[in-house]
């Protein structure tokens, strides 16, 4: 099976121009290959080297022509940005799509993408990106309330009024980008909202709110998660009583948070239906995380979390996938949360700090199409072409160079990946891949043994049988026969520095002797970005060799 995935993987990344043009005029879509999802464009997949700019660095079109030259040269493909409905809306039915239509231009001129985000009725839960025509007339476009009874700088997402009109905003939006640009499809997928969710105790506590709660459960979405009890993850099984009435009966515990997430769910059911009617692109709902003990309603109530997302799905069939906004320490325990049957792996938002590790094991071990970090505008390239990259750049710009090779990888099932930090609980991680297992810890000097990197990470490829890319900086790798698959004595028989440019390998430098423990284990770089190419044997016990 491995051979026949091996061979899946290396006739897929070939680039065939016959095919591409008679696949031109179809959409970019996700595909579940494998269990990967992959974002298809032009008929092959396409790895997102993404960054989403600040809230702010999209207002005006002449941010595009400082911003989008910048990000093109720290190797991205792809850029992340808002769009307001105040912006493209200022007075009720009078659109402008001026400023987009220059972001969209100079994207295109300097071979960039973009994901759009459509910050409409809700951003980070507030509304302050609807126009001021919504804002100021809450008669008409009534506000979620506070358990005191004050209304709150939220929408209500009961109001049929905010819900047709940001739906036949966001429906101009699309049917625009489909006039202009279907053809060049420079824009990729669009984010509908932005991490929604109710601030406050739980739940919206206005008195419609409160009538609507006391009420039945909708049968639709009892008869769902009935039929998916299986399915559930532990926060919503032990609360689902299907036969009870009201939201308290049926929810117990988590009835607020239930209670908002179905209803957050079906307005942006209503906007995204309304949006792909008129330009099918794919489209996604991404999450703020609760912090650890935070409570709903201290974080976002309602959004796109894990624990219940089963609802999500029972009311927004439109959604193709979700995403978390990843900030914490824990990135794997987060990107793992999302890693259910059927959900594409995308990272909208990522803390710049970590990113370049966290991007590498996103990549490797989450099988994720794209990754960005927030605020990539503000990242500051060297003045000098010898200065050093800062460290995000330096892994796109690896990255980029496997771009062909690495989603087919990936949905073969021929990647793998870890992060390791002097705060991580285990000095060790291990990870196994083609019959080996990849011990790292954190680079330490010698012979003194103390930690010279305070992060590491690594993203493995396996290429052919004990041939394996390596793609990372700041650990020391052992390998070790992997005991599910055989017995025997693994060793390396060649480590190499290696770089790719116009799908050609170039060695940069053998390494052996002290740059490799006399042959025993994979330095990588403490401080900088490399490829490595790490060839191993094994062999049986006996001494004969081992396939």
């Known amino acids: 099976m491995k051979v026949a995935l091996r061979a899946i993987f290396l006739s897929t990344a070939g680039f065939c121009i016959g095919t591409l043009a008679l696949r031109a005029a179809e959409l970019p879509h996700i595909k579940m290959e494998n269990g990967t999802g992959q974002l298809i464009v032009n008929g092959q997949p396409l790895l997102i080297l993404g960054g989403e700019l600040g809230n702010s ?10 911003i989008v030259p910048k990000v093109a040269a720290m190797h991205l493909n792809t850029i992340l940005m808002p769009v307001a409905w105040e912006q493209i809306e200022p007075k009720e039915g009078s659109l402008d799509f001026s400023v987009l239509d220059h972001w969209v231009e100079t994207a295109r001129g300097h071979n960039m993408h973009l994901v759009l985000l459509w910050f409409g009725s809700w951003k980070n839960a507030f509304s302050n990106y609807a126009p001021a025509w919504v804002k100021s007339d809450p008669k008409r476009f009534p506000r979620a309330e506070s358990a005191d009874g004050r209304p709150l700088e939220i929408l209500s997402t009961l109001s049929s009024e905010s819900r047709r ?3 036949r905003a966001f429906a101009a939006l699309m049917r625009h980008i489909r006039e202009k640009e279907s053809d060049q499809q420079t824009v990729l997928m669009v984010q509908v909202e932005n991490e929604v969710g109710y601030l406050g105790q739980g739940r919206d506590r206005s008195a419609e709110a409160n009538r609507i709660f006391r009420g039945p459960v909708p049968d639709p ?10 399915q559930f993850l532990p926060e919503l099984a032990t609360h689902f009583n299907e036969q009870g009435h009201t939201w308290s009966e049926v929810f ?8 908002m997430a179905w209803n957050y769910a079906s307005y942006i ?5 309304a949006g792909k009617s008129e330009y099918a692109l ?5 999450a703020q995380l609760p912090a650890p003990q935070e409570r709903a309603g201290e974080y976002p109530s309602g959004g796109p979390h894990p624990y219940y997302l089963e609802v999500w799905h029972a009311a927004a069939p439109s959604i193709d996938f979700y995403s978390p906004d990843i900030y914490w320490p824990n990135f794997d325990y987060w990107i793992q949360r999302y890693e259910i049957p059927g959900n594409a792996i995308f990272i909208p938002e990522a803390r710049m700090e970590s990113a370049p590790y966290n991007a590498l094991y996103a990549y490797g071990q989450a099988r994720a199409f794209g990754f960005s970090p927030f605020a990539i505008d503000g990242l500051i390239l060297p003045a000098k072409d010898d200065a050093p990259k800062p460290e995000m750049m330096q892994v796109y710009e690896l990255l980029d160079s496997v771009r062909d090779i690495l989603p087919p990888a990936q ?3 021929l990647t793998r990946a870890l992060v390791l930090h002097t705060t991580s609980p285990r000095p060790t991680q291990t990870v196994a891949l083609g019959g080996y297992l990849f011990e790292a810890t954190l680079s330490r000097s010698w012979p003194a043994r103390t930690i010279i990197a305070d992060d590491g990470a690594m993203l493995i490829l396996e290429t052919s049988p004990g041939e394996f890319y390596i793609i990372g900086s700041g650990l020391t790798v052992s ?12 060793g390396i028989e060649s480590v190499e520095q290696v770089s790719r440019a116009s799908g050609r390998w170039t060695t940069e430098r053998r390494l052996n002797g002290d740059q490799t423990n006399q042959g025993r284990q994979l330095m990588l770089d403490p401080h900088r970005q490399h490829i490595y190419r790490a060839r191993l044997y094994c062999i049986t016990p006996e001494g004969k060799p081992q396939p």
């Open 165 to 167: 009109c940001d739906s």
């Open 57 to 66: 660095s999209a207002g005006t079109a002449a941010e595009a022509d400082l």
């Open 411 to 413: 949905a073969a099932g």
């Open 282 to 286: 794919p489209m996604y709902v991404n």
């Open 252 to 259: 117990g515990d988590a009835a607020d948070e239930v209670f």
């Open 269 to 273: 059911e209503a906007v995204t239906h």
């Open 479 to 490: 390998f070790a026969r992997d005991p599910d698959v055989g017995t025997g004595i693994a």
């Open 221 to 230: 979405l009892i008869h769902t998660l009935a039929s998916k009890r299986l």
